[in-house]
């Protein structure tokens, strides 16, 4: 009799724990594997006809990913940065695939100076709405400076810090000033990166 009531008493904790146990099983994410298993739609997207690329493709060398330009020994006598109709061109500098570019200067003055100044670089994008502004109205616009502190009589040779800038445009115009009282020997350096 003890074992028949065991038995009795074990029924009533058995049966909802089986019934538990199937529930759960059934309502178990068992799908997931089968989904995974069943046919999925997958698009493909190929270049468009002007990106194929056909034969080797192979890099030989150093990838460079910067690059120096320099304009040397530009004679820029004296004249003031908002004086743009007497600014001195000194050339264009190319940053098409540049990212940006870090500028220096550096130069001598023929004698030494009686009035201290600064010898400066602006760099104005090339671009006709941009140079036709700067050209008729004097105005600036998205332009990169960059000058070196006073220039004074103590030595003929001066130098500006070396500055970092983002680029926006693919070419920029380079124009030099000079409010010192002699005219001064300048380089500029430009050295692209990415």
Do not use: C, W
């Not at 200067?105 to 400066?120: D, E, F, I, N």
Request: no cysteine; charged share 20%; proline share 7%.
């Amino acid at each position: 009799m003890r074992e028949e009531d065991t038995m009795a008493r074990k029924l009533p904790i058995i049966a909802p724990t089986l019934s538990a146990a199937a529930l759960l099983l059934t309502l178990a994410p068992g799908d997931t594997l089968r989904s995974q298993e069943e046919i999925q739609k997958v698009f493909v997207t190929n270049f468009p006809q002007t990106q194929q690329v056909a034969g080797t493709v192979s890099i030989d060398g150093v990838v460079r990913h910067a690059t120096m330009q320099r304009l040397k020994d530009v004679q820029v006598p004296p004249v003031g940065p908002k004086e743009t109709t007497r600014l001195i061109q000194a050339g264009t500098l190319a940053t098409d695939g540049f990212t940006a570019v870090v500028v220096g200067l550096s130069g001598q003055t023929r004698a030494r100076t009686v009035h201290p100044g600064t010898v400066g670089v602006l760099l104005i994008p090339d671009e006709e709405p941009v140079t036709r502004a700067f050209e008729e109205e004097g105005l600036m616009q998205f332009p990169i400076e960059i000058k070196t502190p006073p220039v004074t009589g103590a030595s003929l040779s001066f130098a500006s810090a070396q500055e970092r800038f983002t680029l926006g445009f693919p070419r920029y115009r380079v124009f030099l000033y000079n409010t010192t009282d002699k005219t001064a020997t300048v380089n500029v350096y430009a050295y692209l990166t990415n």
